[in-house]
């Protein structure tokens, strides 16, 4: 972490972890500000930056409060403690007599502040007292840092850049992935930048650039051919393989007697869909730099990547954080800082900033991929789980840059000298897993196996999007475990209880149930469901209720969702990110699926790829357990699975009939009433 102070007092802190939406930066300002026994209206949080501040790879995974947190909290406390012993030595006392509140430090009537001591001190050596400060700030709802500029309209984003002498580029994206430009005709009034088949152009003004890609976009001729497979057969392309088979958790003791049961469940592949399309900007500098600026996740290594491709030292590029759209996983923004510089190198000294189209972001953008899960348990006579065997196949999760080795930017492999991609990876266990997250159920089941088969060979881009496995892992089990509750006449509720010992995930389920009323009456039409989940199995826990209508279309009315994030840093923050990745949740599970025909993908605009509607959004309630004292953990992706659960749940309750494959559609509800 790097911190400095000001001579107006002001304390600036880079952590390595970006706003992405989050509210990241505001919860970490707290953290930051009880460290140092400072106001927090002192603390400034400045963006990432490579040339400045810490490597802390990407901000993903809701890990940043559970890393990132305590990094902050032992930088400032070394700050804190350089800064005390040097007023203890001016006023000849004893550290421990020194009291910091405030920022201001005080033994008697002397005081000091951290202005009047940084500049004698070494802000980056000394250890920090071992003691607990006071919490003044967190566990506290302050209000987020970057609102204001948000709600003002204020120029924040990177798409609001305005660089001195700034150039506007646009990039001609191929009409399909396996497209490759076959001729160009030229056009002497336009500044083309052309390098094999990264096709862009440069002009004055936003207006001009593009009209320029319009009348680009008619010069080129294009080889096509086609590469994808069938959209409607998901669970044949994705289990024809070939494919790595992980043995996630091998199977052990033998197979019980007793009654079998089993179901397959599947997602299609899904978008990141940001409200605004991706932006960068770069500039070359005389000296062979390069300057970049990008609503990455990752600045260090988005820099790695573009060194790659460039061929530049990893020192010669600076890349600096800017706010985009928010996206919860791997989009564009990385591929357009490629575009940026890609552009940029033709005109040395002026920046360029580039923006992508909606049809860019919904069709060349990374998805989510799409997974097929196989699911089969042994009960006893009662109904319990005696055996439980999981299969699920996917394509990886992963393909952000540096992946196997690779740079992972999109115009990497378009260009005269092409980069060749391996198929997308999934991250390790020790950060979660991809394919395999969530896969592992929480129960107390006394016989386990859990194998994930990954595609090898995967025409479609994919990556992280937010949850990664998780969403489809917690659907599929959370789903079954209603199957085989309904199968052993059980409550739902009650069927996970007798499988569950984990105190705190038990607490979960019972605050989140009690305060929607599970067991009450409800009206005609109506359906209640329930999902539930650790995230990752040792993040957040996480439980949902679900009231839907299920008549013409699926309406979700209520969510009702209790969730434990260990000490709570900003209540309000935590709240934010559970609303917020509920109703994300909601949208994927009742409308989102990517479409596409053999040669290219085709939902490119809302109406073809559409999302939940304001009108459409549910009333959500979240009640926190808090846990004082213990590890604080991230709320951003442990909604995703347990509301995707319950509103499938709900609508089995509701019409009586299972949908097992996603988005619970009328087309889906109607051929799942069909076959039964």
């Not at 070394?78 to 910091?100: F, K, L, N, Y």
């Not at 987020?144 to 204020?154: I, S, Y």
């Not at 060349?364 to 042994?378: H, I, T």
Request: hydrophobic share 40%.
């Amino acid at each position: 972490m790097s911190v400095s102070v000001g001579p107006d007092g002001v304390i600036s802190v880079r952590a390595g972890k970006v706003e992405l939406g989050q509210g990241v930066l505001t919860a970490l300002a707290q953290i930051a500000a009880d460290a140092l026994g400072a106001d927090l209206a002192q603390v400034r949080m400045l963006p990432a930056r490579t040339g400045e501040g810490p490597d802390e790879g990407l901000t993903a995974g809701s890990m940043s409060i559970a890393r990132s947190g305590p990094a902050l909290r032992a930088a400032c406390a070394r700050v804190r403690a350089a800064c005390t012993a040097e007023a203890a030595r001016r006023w000849d006392v004893s550290p421990d007599q020194v009291t910091v509140r405030r920022g201001e430090f005080r033994y008697g009537d002397q005081t000091t502040t951290y202005a009047g001591l940084a500049k004698a001190v070494d802000l980056e050596t000394g250890e920090p007292p071992i003691q607990d400060e006071p919490a003044v700030f967190v566990g506290v709802s302050v209000p987020r840092l970057d609102l204001p500029d948000k709600v003002a309209g204020r120029p924040r984003f990177v798409h609001d850049l305005r660089l001195p002498g700034q150039l506007y580029g646009r990039v001609l994206r191929p009409p399909s992935p396996a497209a490759r430009l076959k001729t160009l005709t030229p056009y002497e009034d336009l500044h083309v930048v052309r390098d094999g088949s990264f096709l862009g152009v440069l002009a004055e003004t936003e207006p001009e650039a593009d009209r320029a890609l319009a009348r680009l976009r008619k010069a080129a001729e294009w080889d096509e051919r086609d590469t994808l497979p069938d959209e409607h057969d998901l669970h044949g392309f994705l289990r024809e393989g070939p494919h790595e088979t992980i043995q996630v958790h091998p199977a052990t003791g033998e197979q019980p007697e007793g009654t079998t049961l089993d179901a397959t469940y599947s997602r299609p592949f899904i978008a990141h869909a940001s409200i605004a399309p991706s932006c960068a900007a770069a500039r070359w500098n005389a000296d062979g730099t390069l300057e970049v600026w990008s609503h990455t996740q990752g600045v260090h290594p988005l820099r790695r990547a573009l060194s790659q491709v460039l061929g530049l030292a990893p020192e010669d590029i600076e890349v600096r954080h800017v706010e985009g759209a928010g996206c919860y996983g791997h989009n564009a923004a990385d591929d357009v800082a490629l575009d940026a510089a890609l552009l940029a190198r033709e005109t040395p000294g002026r920046p360029v900033q580039v923006r992508w189209s909606r049809r860019d972001e919904l069709t060349w953008a990374p998805f989510g991929s799409a997974m097929s899960v196989d699911v089969a348990a042994v009960v006893d006579a009662a109904g319990l789980v005696r055996s439980w065997e999981y299969d699920m196949w996917s394509q990886g999760h992963t393909s952000r840059p540096g992946y196997s080795g690779a740079p992972g930017l999109l115009a990497g492999a378009h260009l005269e000298r092409p980069w060749t991609y391996p198929a997308a990876a999934d991250p390790p266990p020790a950060s979660g897993s991809g394919m395999a997250r969530n896969a592992v159920p929480i129960y107390d089941f006394p016989r386990l196996a859990v194998t994930g088969h990954r595609v090898l060979e995967t025409p479609i881009r994919s990556s992280a999007l937010r949850s990664l496995g998780a969403f489809m892992n917690v659907f599929a089990i959370e789903s079954f475990m209603d199957e085989l509750a309904l199968a052993a006449g059980q409550d739902p509720l009650a069927y996970r209880l007798a499988h569950l010992s984990d105190p705190r995930g038990r607490e979960v389920l019972r605050r989140a149930t009690r305060a929607a009323g599970w067991g009450s009456p409800r009206p005609e039409g109506q359906g209640r469901g329930l999902g539930f989940a650790r995230y990752k199995g040792n993040g957040a826990y996480c439980a949902v209720v679900a009231e839907v209508e299920a008549e013409h279309d699926v309406r979700v009315r209520r969510l009702t969702i209790a969730v434990d994030v260990g000490q709570v840093v900003n209540p309000d923050g935590v709240r934010n990110q559970i609303e917020g990745g509920a109703t994300q949740a909601a949208s994927w599970t009742l409308k989102e699926r990517v479409r596409f025909d053999r040669r290219r993908i085709t939902s490119g605009d809302w109406e073809s790829y559409p999302i939940l509607r304001f009108s459409e959004a549910p009333e959500v309630s979240v009640e926190l357990v808090e846990h004082p004292g213990t590890p604080s953990v991230g709320a951003g992706e442990a909604a995703q699975g347990p509301v995707a659960a319950a509103i499938a749940n709900a609508v089995a309750d509701s019409i009586g009939v299972r949908v097992r494959d996603l988005p619970l559609t009328r087309d889906a509800i109607l051929a799942a009433i069909e076959r039964a």
